[in-house]
């Protein structure tokens, strides 16, 4: 019948970061690869449904096997491709290393601001060599409407945890480094004084093509390390940051599959407007004809 055979509408799309390179306990529908104008996506894009009938999409920032560096993830590839299956919202996911004494290893963040330290090195816009010049609005970094529907759902996850209740921080900034090599104990410091409190390589150019696609966007970060400032201790190391993920992407696991029915049913319904939609309108500075 046309019943089955219809596609559903996939409004949310999941990226996952470090560790979450696939979304257990779902209903495999299909598996997607645009080539956009800028190319493949990271990975192919599942399409996977939850219990409810309910279908996402998910995408592995840095591909299935972990291939892609932060500075080589092709960021704009990735959100025209969300954008082309219909996706409205994301939620990306980013193990992050912390600024701060009270965001412990295993603590989970929702950022609401961001620090770009990353190169310039990295395509970060759309409207480039296209004949257009448009300034998106970035003040509000990530969709705050989107992250206060989450907060709540996320929050109830991690408190009702099954191995024990998993901190939650919120109104938090994160900072978004170039790497691949990790901070100097002198930067981790600077970067803590600028008002710093996580710090990533993957949130930028992601957020700001999202904000040009007119994509809602909030991130879960899961923290891994302590970086480097805490003089007393050793640097962070990558054994340290893999010895953390795979507990992290387990419980990111959980809140993804707890959260998603919800966030998908609220903008299907209009209950959650999106911010980022129409967010372009007056952005464009070049004059029409
Ligand atoms: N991702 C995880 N830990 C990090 C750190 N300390 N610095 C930058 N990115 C990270």
Redesign the pocket.
Known sequence: TTETTQQKPVLVGVIGGSGLYKLDNMTHVATVNPETPWGFPSSPITIAALPSGTQIAFLARHGFHHQHTPTEVPARANIAAFKSIGVQAIVAFS???SLREEVAPGDFVIPNSIIDRTKGIRPSTYFQNVGIVAHAMFGDAFDNDLIEFIKPLVKKVLDEHPEGSVRMHSEKTVVC?E?PQ??TRAESEMYRTLGGDI???SVLPEAKLAREAEISYAMICTS??Y?CWRVSEEP?TVAE?VKTLHTNASTSKLVTISILDHLHEAIASGSLQLKAKGAMEYSIITKKE
């Open positions: 193990a992050v290393g480094m790497g990790f901070s710090i990533n390589m891994t390390d970086d962070v940051v």
